[in-house]
């Protein structure tokens, strides 16, 4: 029997420090590397982050993605144990065993789910949501709960400019629940794709099981993300538009049918380009990154959470998620609100 898939709650939760880029910019010249608010405000839109601290237990990545799943469920109106499954997003586990799906379900007492965690870097959380609505619109599943959560600091190298100054910690979730197959708010589309040849263009060379960590790796930063920014940049405005296109026509719509795009929040400058081909206004563009810079897995479902929250996102409208990452990843996803 089919049903379909409903976002019914969703929560963000974020570390308490607030890094402004005058802040970051003053650690990183101890670190002898130059930069500055103008150049990171002008050529990304972030304005300031949040970081992690790792002493601190509540700001792991399983306890963010934990206290945003708690509000998501009590926007749904349910429980932990009405959990069936947790998706986990992340590309910056708590542990590489358990899983941060199994720490997060420890933490918040999902007694009956199966949980799991999934790795498509930025795309996570589009991956995870349209993993959790196969589940859900097949009967596998009636209430699934999706986290994309990071604590992408975990894996930054502070003297690479390029990167460090890109990203932050967060975490978002969302309930994804049963509703009759002929509901018209409901997921409507799903579209995923990966390019495993632009591995190179966002990786992580050492610290799985092909490298290693050695003292003398650890002080290259080989444990840490190297990042092709130019070509990232190229590849997600192309992308992101060919992913909206895809979502629009399989539902034989237009870009003027959308009430709300929320795109992966990387650059504003990747999201104003794509806004631009798809004749999109900006004002229709929910974001975040100004405040938070790139989370990830993380920034798709706290930028639905904000504009949920204070009322933008309203009943029945139409909403597509589109996003990019590591891989690389892509997937865009349309919904009925
Ligand atoms: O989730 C996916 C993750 N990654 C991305 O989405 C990355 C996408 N790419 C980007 O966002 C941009 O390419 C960056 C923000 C990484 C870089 O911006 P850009 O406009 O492509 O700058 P650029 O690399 O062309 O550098 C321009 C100049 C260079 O100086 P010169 O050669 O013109 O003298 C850089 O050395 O800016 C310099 N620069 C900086 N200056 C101050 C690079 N990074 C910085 C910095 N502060 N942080």
Known sequence: MEFAARITGTGSAFPESRITNDDLAQKLTKLGVETNDTWIRERTGIRERRLSDVENPAEHNSSLGCEAAQKALEMAGKRPQDIDQIIYATCTPDTLL?????????????????????????????????????FVRTGQAKTSLVVGGEVFSSILNWQDRDACILFGDGAGAAIVEQVPAKSSRRILSCHLHSDGNLWELLYI?????????????????????????????????????????????????????????????????????????????????????????????????????????????????????????????????????
């Open 98 to 134: 358990p899983s941060t799906a199994c720490w997060l379900q420890h933490k918040i007492g999902a007694s009956r789910a199966w949980a799991v965690d999934i790795n498509a870097a930025c795309t996570g959380f589009v991956y995870g949501l349209a993993i959790a609505e196969q």
């Open 205 to 337: 060379p050492a610290g799985g099981s092909n490298m290693e960590v050695t003292p003398e790796r650890y002080s290259q930063h080989l444990h840490k993300i190297k990042m092709k920014g130019k070509d990232i940049f190229k590849t997600a405005v192309k992308t992101l538009e060919d992913f909206a296109v895809r979502a629009l026509k399989q539902n034989q719509m237009t870009v003027d049918d959308l009430d709300w795009f929320v795109p992966h929040q990387a650059n504003i400058r990747i999201i104003e380009a794509v806004a631009k081909r798809l004749h999109l206004p900006m004002e229709k563009v929910v974001i975040n990154l100004d405040r938070y810079g790139n989370t990830s897995a993380a920034t798709v479902p706290t930028a639905l959470d904000e504009a949920v929250r204070d009322g933008r996102i309203k009943k029945g409208q139409t909403i597509l998620f589109d996003a990019f990452g590591a891989g690389l990843t892509y997937g865009s996803i349309l919904l009925r609100w």
